[in-house]
């Protein structure tokens, strides 16, 4: 899934490791991919890797939700639902959220070809940003599924952090939709933390118990003024901590209950 930035939305990083593909111009005049066979070859067996160990380990969680109904609450005060959530939890979301149709920000560059695959094969949507760093094309694709209806999922720290700090696109994207924001977060009882990464990306280990939860519905106005806009990101960013500390607090019970 791709990410947003402190401005409206940034595809991931758009490198192009080993000279494996060039752009050329289609018919509309938008730039478009163009990978070798070693870089389609390693795409693919990228993706089906992907597909795989979101398949294995998603169907062996034991979940538990807790706020379902702010989801269902959020379907009906909304034109749709714009999902947020930290970064690091991008692949137990993956899972939990499959097969909704659920539109999701992707770039045209090297790793955005492999997760789009991943993801289509999970049951998303995508909205794919243009080979260069500017993402209009993205968020134009963005807001117009949103408006058409379409659920849409958008990480507010990302696409490089800092990690846990919400980012003014998902207030730009829900504002021009009229999208609800719904905010999220997923604790694995047992996980892989990559520590390096900076979003300490986390995968839940298989047949782990796994809870998620959601928070109400944030809704901003069209008309909304900066100030008001600013305060609508403090909402995200407070809800968001708030998620987190009921995911460490349930994750402290689980452990006391297991000793």
């Not at 795989?52 to 959020?74: C, T």
């Amino acid at each position: 899934m791709n990410q947003i930035s402190d401005k409206v939305a940034t595809p991931s990083a758009e490198s192009d490791p080993g000279g494996q593909s060039g752009a050329v111009a289609d018919s509309s005049g938008k730039e478009e991919r163009v990978f070798t066979l070693r870089a389609r070859l390693k795409i693919w067996a990228i993706s089906v890797f992907g597909y795989l160990a979101v398949l294995f380990i998603g169907r062996s969680l034991r979940w538990e939700v807790y706020g379902y109904e702010n989801y269902e609450e959020a379907q009906r005060v909304g034109k749709s639902v714009l999902l947020a959530f930290w970064h690091r939890a991008i692949f137990p979301a993956i899972w939990f959220w499959r097969k909704r149709g659920i539109v999701v920000m992707v770039s045209q560059n090297f790793d955005g070809e492999y997760t789009t695959k991943v993801i289509h094969w999970h049951g998303y949507g995508t909205a794919r940003g243009s080979s260069s760093r500017r993402a209009s094309r993205v968020v134009v694709e963005m807001i117009r599924a949103l408006r058409e209806g379409r659920p849409g999922a958008v990480t507010p720290d990302g696409p490089r952090g800092p990690r846990f700090q919400a980012k003014p696109g998902v207030i730009q994207i829900a504002r021009h939709s009229g999208a609800a924001i719904l905010c999220f977060y997923i604790t694995p009882r047992r996980s892989w933390v990559f520590r390096r990464s900076w979003d300490q990306t986390e995968i839940p280990k298989p047949f782990s118990r796994t809870a998620i939860f959601i928070a109400p519905p944030i809704l901003v106005s069209s008309d909304a003024d900066e100030k008001e806009q600013a305060r609508k990101l403090g909402e995200v960013q407070e809800a968001l901590d708030g998620l987190v500390r009921q995911g460490n607090s349930w994750l402290e019970e689980v452990r006391k209950a297991s000793t």
